[in-house]
């Protein structure tokens, strides 16, 4: 059937995306830059890319997310650069591993840039509708084996499209249910619809499904706010972007955001109003997000907490909207209202819209491949919240590496994954085939064992060439990153070969509490002390100064990577053998028809949870939850190992 709708049909296509959110954009955006032709299936043309909550990109490892789509080509740091009206490096008092870029973007201006994007993209092509059934055939492998492949999808307007591969990015629309309270509506989004069909056909085949509850705030009237009883915060004003490239910069107005707290009278009308607040009446019985909890269940969890900060957000430059973030909520109306208006500087605040919780389908992420293929159906890929997980850089990260995959699926077989060590999107993906979710998966530094590799900072250094050679990446990104890392060379081998004398540098030293030197020292040398930068040497040193201005690109990027290898070589060759030890489990590889069942000397729960997931690695088993030292002993043993 497949094969005779490619050929005759004229709506056939190598790749389809479904869902014009963040994971679909950057799916479809990568396959169809790769050379695949796409179909971009959306249920809104002017919502695609929308952010579904606040208006910002990054975060603590989120951050580190978008640099590294952006390394690997993806298109999510350069547009948040471009419609950026705050940028902010969080973590600037910790080490350069916990350094984590975030921004807030012109919400609207955000949308328009994924339009164009898109849209200018060659053999990307986007179609308005709701896609209510796959097109899945049997497969026979050999005369014993079969299986199942999809090839092609059904719209809600009856329209039949043919593609040898298929990407399910459907965010929250997947059954979605809004509570407002006791209120309750079908819907993705408020005021869109919610998508049926798909979740009842995938369980049918076979897919194991539940359900999730994120929620968002209300979005407040700025002239009804008193930003006089608020703190400011202001963003950096520094060479820090999200993308590598150096032709993309910040463009619009910059913009404050302001801190305010709830108070004990605050929490008393919260609480006065839990009885009716979906969360606790019985209403919501799907898991919620652990570490971005409703104001309802801060009150409860933190009952002894006499306040909680808040911040209000600037949605655009042109728009009026803030949004309250940290108060996210579901209770009924009027007590939302009633607790905006307890909480100083928002006395007289005016809703253009009232807080919700929205649940929706998701799939244990454990029936994916790292390719993010499905293991049930072939050349079918999942990214973004059907995979359990929730932030839109967590999307973003997934659907450029589903875009990736299904554009090698379509065309060889090859494959792309990145290993823990190597990105913060490789422990997203293992973290979620291997472990699966009891809660909605969000990225935190804490979650990466080797994070000093990991920074955000060098994931050009980490990714782009592998980008690069799979065809994605582009030569201009290629020429930079080359360019980038012969001057980071040429300006260490300076530094270790420049001398200073006393006399030159000591008044700079003392000015930071650092010992003076007695006649001289090399630069490098004085580097590696505490306080001291590449900046402060080179106003005192001439020669040094001369040299750093003599950097025609990126020089700001490459003083800060210079100082960083040099402050933090010891930690980061330590962490680099920890890695490559670990590595060897990686290597040693486990069959997918591995009998495990047939193996008694394992604990059952190892022999289920093995027969479940079925790891690729030992390294992957290692981390199965469940799976003890012992069981991996028992089949380092059998692997004679």
Not at 160 to 186: D, E, I, K, M, P
């Amino acid at each position: 059937m497949c094969e005779w709708l490619h050929k005759v049909n004229s709506r056939n296509y190598d790749i389809i995306v479904v869902g014009g959110g963040h994971a679909g954009n950057e799916s479809a955006a990568a396959a169809a830059n790769m050379g695949s032709k796409v179909l971009l299936i959306t249920m809104d043309m002017n919502k695609i890319g929308q952010m579904s909550c606040n208006p910002a990109i990054g975060g603590i490892a989120k951050g580190q997310i978008v640099r590294e789509i952006d390394a690997l080509g993806g298109q999510t740091g350069i547009i948040t650069d471009k419609t950026a009206i705050q940028f902010r490096m969080l973590n600037r008092s910790k080490g350069p591993a916990m350094w984590s870029p975030r921004s807030q973007s012109d919400r609207k201006r955000f949308i328009d840039e994924w339009v164009k994007t898109l849209t200018s993209t060659e053999n990307l092509y986007i179609w308005q509708d709701t896609v209510t059934e796959l097109i899945v055939k049997d497969k026979v492998e050999n005369a014993s084996e079969r299986s199942k492949e999809v090839c092609g999808v059904k719209t809600l307007l009856g329209i039949t499209f043919s593609a040898r591969c298929v990407v399910l990015t459907n965010g929250t629309f997947l059954g979605g249910l809004l509570h407002f309270g006791r209120t309750q509506l079908r819907g993705g989004r408020i005021a869109e619809p919610a998508s049926f069909g798909l979740t009842e056909q995938l369980s049918a085949l076979g897919f194991i499904t539940a359900r999730m509850k994120t929620g968002t705030p209300a979005r407040i009237d700025k002239h009804s706010i008193d930003f006089s009883r608020m703190t400011e915060q202001q963003g950096d004003n520094d060479n820090h972007h999200f993308s590598y490239l150096d032709t993309i910069s910040r463009e619009l107005k910059q913009m404050s955001c302001w801190i305010t707290y709830t108070n004990p009278h605050t929490h008393d009308i919260l609480r006065e109003g839990l009885p009716e607040s979906p969360l606790y009446n019985g209403q919501i019985k799907s898991i919620g997000p652990r570490y971005c909890p409703s104001i309802e269940t801060k009150i409860v969890t933190f009952a002894d907490k006499e306040q909680h900060q808040l911040f209000l957000e600037p949605e655009g430059v042109d728009s009026n909207e803030y949004y309250l973030n940290g108060f996210s909520s579901s209770l009924p109306i009027d007590i939302q209202e009633r607790a905006i208006h307890s909480i100083k500087g928002l006395e007289n605040a005016v809703l253009y819209r009232p807080g919700y919780a929205i649940e929706y389908d998701f799939f244990d992420p454990t029936q994916l491949h790292h390719t993010l293929e499905t293991k049930l159906i072939k050349r079918l890929f999942f990214a973004g919240q059907i995979n359990g997980t929730t932030g839109y850089e967590e999307a973003a990260g997934q659907g450029l590496i589903a875009g990736i995959n299904a554009h090698l699926a379509a065309h060889s077989n090859s494959t792309f994954s990145l290993q823990r060590d190597e990105a913060y999107i490789g422990v997203l993906i293992d973290d979620l085939v291997t472990k699966g979710v009891d809660e909605p998966y969000r990225m935190f530094t804490s979650r990466a064992e080797y994070r000093i590799l990991l920074r955000q900072d060098n994931a050009d250094k980490r990714l782009t060439e592998k980008s690069y050679n799979i065809g994605l990446a582009k030569q201009e990104r290629k020429e930079l990153l080359d360019y980038k890392q012969i001057n980071e060379q040429k300006l260490t081998s300076f530094l270790q070969e420049t001398t200073c004398r006393g006399d030159e540098i000591n008044h700079a030293l003392l000015s930071v509490n650092s010992q003076p030197i007695q006649h001289s020292a090399k630069l490098f040398d004085l580097l590696l002390r505490p306080n001291i930068s590449i900046d402060l040497l080179s106003e005192h040193v001439p020669a040094l100064k001369n040299y750093c201005d003599g950097i025609e690109r990126v020089r700001d990027e490459i003083i800060e990577d210079v100082e960083i290898e040099a402050k933090y070589k010891g930690y980061i060759v330590r962490e680099r053998q920890a890695a490559e030890k670990l590595q060897r489990l990686e290597d040693i590889r486990l069959k997918a028809d591995f009998d495990y069942q047939s193996l008694q000397s394992l604990s059952t729960e190892a022999r289920q949870k093995l027969s479940r997931i079925k790891p690729v690695s030992i390294g992957q088993a290692s981390r199965i939850p469940g799976v003890s030292p012992n069981d991996i002993n028992v089949l380092l043993v059998l692997l004679g190992r």
